[in-house]
């Protein structure tokens, strides 16, 4: 299953794809996010602020996607 959306709270928002993927019996999460320029990546690189907020719309999200 693959997962993308768009962050849009500013200019630099980055597209986000979640990807999960059975291994061995476990679920092997991707996630990766794509900027719009080189330097909306520059201006964003090293923040994880968003991070925890945006597994916690996954985690709310993906219950009613069963």
Do not use: C
Not at 20 to 27: A, L
Not at 39 to 66: C, H
């Amino acid at each position: 299953m693959r997962l993308s959306w768009t962050n849009e709270e500013s200019d630099d928002g980055a597209v986000t794809t979640v990807t999960f993927e059975e291994k061995d019996g476990q679920t092997h999460l991707t996630f990766s996010e794509l900027y719009p320029t080189k330097a909306a990546l520059d201006r964003n690189i090293g923040s994880t602020e968003g991070l925890p907020e945006q597994l916690a719309q996954l985690d709310a999200l993906l219950p009613t996607l069963v």
